[in-house]
């Protein structure tokens, strides 16, 4: 296995048009989780599966962003109509406990012009 | 106010240097408690972790947590070029989720 894939590794889009972005977990994980990385600023959390249920989403994923785990295996974050303030890098990370092997993709970084 | 205050730097200092880093949090809850190395383009991998207060050492890197200061810091010896990167602390609760909150990361260059 050679950790968490995320797929595209960049996307250019322009303003209002939808976006998928694809995580391949750690095989073994059951745990993944979304984060949004700005310029100049740390990862904030977005949400988290375990195996295919969402248990948790942060306020800042709005109605536009929608995630979904199907058969608890890879993970797909989609955003609607984008905006500029959209632009950022992706990160998926995945573990097989709430701490153990927490291990980040390289993420996705999408420029909205 | 963030709950995780971290200074952005850029912090530059010559190679063999002895390097600290630190950041403050506000939530007595935090427990867990890591530091992450983020290179230009890449995500973040994990340096240390240590579960509340005391010392863990791995190599050149040192963790220190001070639950009482809600401080906590990590000190990097006879620091290398290969050192350049941001650094970000994170922690998180006793809860069961894995949900982490970052500091906003330290820019290090190291000089040869």
């Known amino acids: 296995d050679t950790g968490v894939s995320q797929d595209p590794r960049h996307k250019i889009t322009k303003r209002g048009q939808n976006v998928t972005f694809r995580c391949d977990p750690i095989s073994e994980h059951n745990r993944l989780y979304w984060y949004r990385q700005t310029l100049g600023q740390g990862p904030e959390f977005l949400t988290y599966f375990q195996n295919e249920a969402q248990l948790e989403k942060s306020r800042l994923l709005s109605d536009r962003f929608s995630a979904e785990r199907p058969k608890g295996s890879f993970s797909t974050l989609e955003i609607q109509r984008t905006e500029q303030g959209d632009s950022a890098m992706y990160l998926c990370a995945s573990s097989s406990g709430p701490l153990y092997g927490y291990t980040f993709g390289s993420g996705t970084r999408l420029t909205v012009v | 106010q963030k709950e995780v205050e971290q200074d952005p730097g850029p912090l530059s200092v010559p190679e063999g240097a002895i390097v600290s880093l630190n950041c403050t949090y506000s939530?007595?809850?935090?427990?867990?408690f890591m530091w992450y190395r983020q290179y230009s383009r890449k995500g973040p991998e994990l340096l240390m972790y240590t579960y509340s207060s005391g010392n863990k050492e791995d190599g050149r890197f040192t963790a220190q947590v001070d639950k009482s200061s809600k401080y906590i810091s990590l000190f990097i010896r006879d620091s290398q070029p290969s050192d350049s990167a941001t650094y970000l602390c994170a922690m998180t609760g006793s809860g069961n989720t894995g949900k982490l909150i970052f500091g906003q990361g330290t820019t290090l260059q190291v000089k040869p």
């Open positions: 939530n007595s809850a935090f427990q867990y």
